[in-house]
């Protein structure tokens, strides 16, 4: 296990079009996150779940987006309808369930929305 | 609300001189700290948190409840640190980091 993965590394899309990321975290992490970060600003927290259970969204998580953890393994964020606005890098990151634990990130997903 | 502000956006210091980057943040309550560095081309990770009270690449930082700051430091700068740093905070009983703007710290030889 060599940390968490995403796929695809880049997506571009056009106006309107519907993507969807993947994201493998680390094997025994029980937290996974999704972040979305634009240029020039630190990440922005969109959702997390606790194994399957998807336990907080952001207003940032508009209706276009849904995100699901089936299993309580791998996860999906899908886009639907994608505007230029959603342009940005979206990272995903795991962790253990334990205080203190820091987050571990995947190395993100660029979208760009032409 | 849930603040982390980082007032330099870019930060320039000379290989071997001290260097400090700064990290306010807003909360109420008694957060978690972290710094998270992205080194060029490389993902997001994490460098140290103030749990743990770790020094971590000559790196340190201290919680400061009192001006409510977490700034990192080290003593001598080296080349390798050239990044861009993140301050971020997590809220009590709460699970999302919530970060600053970030500083782009370079190390001048």
């Known amino acids: 296990d060599t940390g968490v993965s995403q796929d695809p590394r880049h997506k571009i899309t056009k106006r309107g079009q519907n993507v969807t990321f993947r994201c493998d975290p680390i094997?025994?992490?029980?937290?996974l996150y999704w972040y979305r970060q634009t240029l020039g600003q630190g990440p922005e927290f969109l959702t997390y779940?606790?194994?399957?259970?998807?336990?907080?969204k952001s207003r940032l998580l508009s209706d276009r987006f849904s995100a699901e953890r089936p299993k309580g393994s791998f996860s999906t964020l899908e886009i639907q309808r994608t505007e230029q606005g959603d342009s940005a890098m979206y990272l995903c990151?795991?962790?253990?369930?334990?205080?203190?634990?820091?987050?571990?990130f995947g190395p993100g997903t660029r979208l760009t929305v032409l | 609300a849930q603040r982390v502000t980082q007032p330099e956006k870019l930060l320039s210091v000379f290989k071997g001189a001290p260097v400090e980057l700064k990290c306010n943040y807003s909360?109420?309550?008694?957060?978690?700290l972290f710094w998270y560095v992205q080194y060029s081309r490389q993902r997001l990770q994490l460098l140290l948190r103030h749990i743990s009270r770790e020094s971590i690449k000559g790196f340190t930082a201290d919680l400061n409840k009192g001006e409510t700051s977490f700034h990192l430091k080290k003593p001598f700068a080296q080349e390798e640190d050239s990044a861009m740093y993140y301050c971020a905070l997590k809220g009590q009983g709460a699970q999302k980091l919530v970060f600053g703007q970030g500083t782009r710290l370079t190390i001048n030889p």
């Open positions: 909360y109420s309550g008694s957060p978690e």
């Open positions: 990151a795991s962790s253990l369930a334990l205080p203190g634990s820091g987050e571990y």
């Open positions: 779940f606790q194994n399957e259970a998807q336990l907080e």
């Open positions: 094997s025994e992490h029980n937290r």
